[in-house]
């Protein structure tokens, strides 16, 4: 397994790029299979995820084709093989959930391994099968599996519109409703659905095949349902969870860092909060400039929420800025159960933080200390990097295939802005 060895202390100066986003491009992916025509996305981020969506979607009998490196997916399910998503692919990866609502309406049947838990939580699927329910789907859990089929309608097995009322804000259920209600008879009626710029991005892709949707990006959303969808091309969104990972480089361990396609639009209310705690955003005609105004940054109180709030995978990497924040700050964490992880091992750099519970209670320190620490998800990988580059001395992180499944060449986009970071081979 791969480590990370960052040398703490340099300024950061000059230009990151910033990727296509990974939470979009897993829900654009299984569109595919709403058509038997090609779908084909652009600026498809690098990453270890969308290889294993690449993989599930083969499983299926689609065709993915990676070209220009991986930055565009020419993609085409003309005829499925299989509508078994297995547990093997499925455990890797909870996305792989997304091709249950797309097969289903599509074909009319689908079996989907439950995706299990993870490291930040039980992560239920309850929502996305009580959504689909609504539709007419008559759904079996069976050996860990979900066995779903459309109700018969006389022309073919076909779900049908409905309303779907979220008790809670969920974007993957969200995503697999809204999928699946483009091939539904009738209209569909989403009701406490998420917000998220990637809902919004796969509603705009839905609509390139053919579909019509309206209200993405609020809480409700209309679908009428069609025929058939046919095929299109698409951009993929500018992730603002690697936008707001790279804002925060600059902001912890000083200097200027332009970050090239970022939108204020995509990270509205973290801004807020970089704004209070000293760090200025300024918005350029390529993207977005960040630098802090004085040498350390103040603390700020942050409450994770659906968007437009500040996002749960942004709260690991601003809780490393807090922790060399000047004063005490307050992090509470409402999405998900267990997403504290990277504290104990931002403890072992000298950072003082308490945790109970749902909340994190931060005292800001001068200096961190380089220290070996651990990975243990996605996103706490990323903020052992950012508290890395403020840090006295050498920070090695240990088990970073986390990192990849999320983050295309870190060590070359922080390197080339003057980190001092390197990948070591691991055994
Ligand atoms: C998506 O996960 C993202 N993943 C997550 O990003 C992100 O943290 C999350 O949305 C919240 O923004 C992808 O898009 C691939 P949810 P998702 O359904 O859809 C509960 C990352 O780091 N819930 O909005 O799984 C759930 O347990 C990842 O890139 C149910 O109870 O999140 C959680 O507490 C991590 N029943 C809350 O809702 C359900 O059926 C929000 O989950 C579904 C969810």
């Known amino acids: ?9 340099a300024e950061l100066r000059g230009q990151i790029p910033i990727a296509g986003a990974k939470n979009a491009c897993l829900t654009l992916m299984p569109a595919t299979l709403l058509s038997d025509e090609p779908l084909t996305l652009t600026n498809a981020p690098r990453l270890s995820d969308i290889r294993t ?4 979607l083969s499983s299926l009998g689609a065709e993915v084709a990676q070209l220009q490196g991986g930055q565009v997916l020419a993609m085409s399910s003309h005829d499925l093989t299989n509508h078994t998503a297995d547990y093997d692919i499925v455990r890797k990866m909870r996305a792989s959930i997304l091709v249950l609502g797309p097969m289903l309406a599509r074909d009319g049947h689908a079996i989907v391994s439950l995706p299990g838990g993870c490291a930040i939580g039980a992560r239920p699927v309850d929502l996305h099968l009580k959504a689909l329910e609504a539709m007419g789907a008559e759904l079996e859990l069976r050996d860990g599996y979900v066995h779903a089929r459309a109700p018969h309608d006389g022309r073919g097995r076909a779900l049908r ?4 009322d979220f008790p809670l804000v969920s974007v993957g259920a969200t995503e697999n409703a809204l999928m699946a ?3 539904a008879h009738g209209t569909t009626e989403l009701r406490n659905a998420a917000r998220e710029p990637e809902i919004v ?3 705009r892709c839905l609509r390139a095949m053919g579909a019509q949707i309206e209200g993405e990006g609020t809480s409700t959303i209309t679908i009428q349902g069609v025929e058939r969808l046919h095929g299109a091309t698409h951009p993929v969104v500018t992730d ?3 936008l707001g990972t790279y804002m925060l480089a600059p902001a912890i361990c000083g200097g200027e860092v332009e970050c090239l396609g970022g939108r204020i639009d995509l990270v509205g209310a973290f801004c807020e909060k970089l704004d209070a705690a000293g760090v200025s955003v300024e918005e350029t005609d390529v993207g977005l400039r960040v630098s802090r105004r004085n040498g350390r940054v103040d603390a700020v109180d942050v409450t994770t929420e659906p968007f437009p709030g500040f996002p749960t995978d942004l709260q690991a990497q601003m809780m490393a800025l807090l922790c060399t924040a000047n004063g005490v700050s307050v992090l509470e964490e409402k999405i998900f159960e267990n997403r504290f992880m990277h504290a104990p091992e931002l ?3 000298g950072a003082k933080i308490d945790v109970h519970g749902g909340h994190a209670t931060v005292t800001g320190v001068e200096r961190l200390k380089g220290a070996r620490v651990m990975a243990t998800d996605l996103r706490a990988s990323v903020s052992l990097i950012l508290a890395g580059l403020a840090a006295e001395g050498e920070t090695v992180v240990s088990r970073v295939y986390h990192l990849d499944r999320g983050y295309e060449k870190v060590e070359e986009k922080l390197g080339a802005v003057g980190a001092q970071i390197e990948r070591v081979q691991g055994e």
């Open 53 to 56: 969506m690449t993989q599930l």
């Open 161 to 164: 519109g409905a309303v779907v």
């Open 240 to 242: 603002r969870i690697e």
């Open 347 to 349: 403890m072992r750099m």
């Open 201 to 203: 991005d796969l509603a």
């Open 181 to 183: 209600a483009t091939l």
């Open 1 to 9: 397994m791969d480590s990370i060895i960052v040398k703490g202390g």
